[in-house]
């Protein structure tokens, strides 16, 4: 029951997965950029291709819960269930009440709870509607936009609406307004699902002001967490994090929380796409942050409230042994530092593995030369097939979400 994880290394024991559905299928070339996605997955292949990340993971003793599942289960209490339609309504931006009379009474229509809550994901066409009758003026602008409800194809990257911190969670507030959306889910399960009600504590909620994302956040050792400030998380994020970390918590264990200043821009668009730790003493990582990276180390100020802040002058192998409490850390550059492969594989998140033990690591097979690299490093690696889920711009450890590892 309830959530622990402390680490990004130790034995992955349950993990929340998104399998990809019909939501994959209302991507179209005209909105990509507004939902977020470079291509469009094919999304039979894609499914084959997660089955086959899931399956890897259960025969290594993980257990796989998934997202729709979990939100169908709470959702069997008609009165939570009725709150939920209420607030997908309102959060999908309905504001004319012959369209909310209508979605409403086309949600409520479904007896499967699991087929409610994939039909969420996956958006609303208007011409799965009755005929609407008098429109607003805000529908008649929009009659060329085919969704009343748009899709979350972006579900399939669990790390990214919540993260798991000890035994508390980050429940974020995304940087775009499509994605914000998907954090519906966790706050419903976290709120009323009965393996964690009560037993999960919030060190952030989906209605503060500043946009973070779990990509951005590493549980390097049960002291230590390291948050990404990046093109989807703000410092002003971070600080409300570590005061409510080192001041309001009941989680006494963590001392120090490292900010790493990574670029913005879309390729290393959160600090687990630039490096992911692997083993007690390794880490992947693109060779474009291995010049001067600014780090912040954040303590406990002295007064109630208060946040000690120092900027590291050090490399960032030396930052990462101090704090790991290692004589030396080995950083695997992604690509080998070939500038043309680096590129290509870290668009296509050769940086972004997930650790399953220590010294063990699952990998995209289309990532070879980063992965045979890995191998000469004496890590051993699960490949899956990923010609479809890459097109999303995420990895396996993207596409994961960790609820239990050993301690």
């Known amino acids: ?8 290394i130790k034995t992955l024991k349950k993990v929340l997965l998104h399998k990809p559905g019909s939501e994959i299928e209302n991507l179209t070339p005209d909105y990509l ?9 094919f999304l039979e292949v894609a499914q084959q291709e997660h089955d086959a990340f899931a399956e890897i993971l259960r025969q290594n003793g993980v257990e796989v819960v998934y997202l729709h599942e979990l939100a169908a289960e709470v959702i069997a209490d008609e009165e939570i269930k009725e709150q939920f339609i209420q607030q997908f309504i309102k959060e999908a931006g309905i504001t004319s009440p012959e369209l909310h009379k209508n979605v409403y009474e086309f949600l409520k229509r479904f007896k499967n709870n699991e087929d409610l809550i994939r039909k969420t994901m996956a958006g ?18 929009e009659d060329d ?14 790390r990214d609406p919540f993260a798991t911190i000890g035994e508390g969670v980050s429940l974020n507030k995304m940087y775009s307004v ?37 990509g951005d956040i590493l549980n390097l050792t049960e002291k230590t967490l390291a948050i990404g400030i990046s093109q989807r ?28 200043n990574i670029p913005n ?12 730790q692997i083993d007690v003493d390794k880490f992947t990582i693109h060779p474009g942050i291995q010049g001067p990276l600014q780090v912040f180390e954040i303590t406990k100020g002295n007064v109630e409230g208060e946040l000690k802040i120092e900027e590291l002058n050090a490399k960032l192998e030396d930052v990462l042994a101090k704090y790991l409490g290692v004589e030396k850390v080995t950083l695997i550059q992604c690509g080998g530092g070939d500038k043309v492969i680096a590129d290509r594989e ?27 690299l890995l191998v000469d490093n004496g890590i051993k690696i699960h490949v899956i097939p990923s010609s479809e889920l890459s097109r999303g711009r995420g990895g396996p450890r993207c596409m994961s979400m960790p609820l239990v590892r050993e301690v």
């Open 1 to 8: 029951m309830g959530i622990k994880v402390t680490s990004e």
């Open 33 to 41: 950029e507004r939902l977020l996605f470079d291509d469009i997955p």
């Open 124 to 141: 609303i066409n208007k011409n799965e509607l009755p005929q609407l009758g008098k429109k607003s003026l805000s529908d008649l602008a």
């Open 145 to 158: 936009y085919p969704f009343v409800a748009d899709p979350m194809p972006n579900l399939y990257f669990t």
């Open 178 to 214: 499509t994605r914000n959306r998907e954090t519906l889910y966790a706050d419903y399960i976290f709120k009323y699902h009965k393996d964690f009600k009560g037993q999960v504590e919030r060190f952030y909620d989906r209605d503060f002001e500043y946009h973070i994302e779990g």
């Open 233 to 260: 998380t703000q410092a002003d994020a971070i600080e409300h994090i570590a005061k409510q970390i080192f001041f309001k918590s009941q989680n006494k264990d963590i001392e120090t929380i490292l900010a790493f």
């Open 265 to 276: 821009n879309r390729a290393m668009m959160h600090l687990d796409t630039v490096f992911t």
């Open 346 to 372: 870290q668009w296509n998140d050769g940086s972004n593995t997930l650790c399953i033990k220590p010294g063990e690591v699952v990998v995209y097979s289309r990532n070879y030369i980063t992965n045979k």
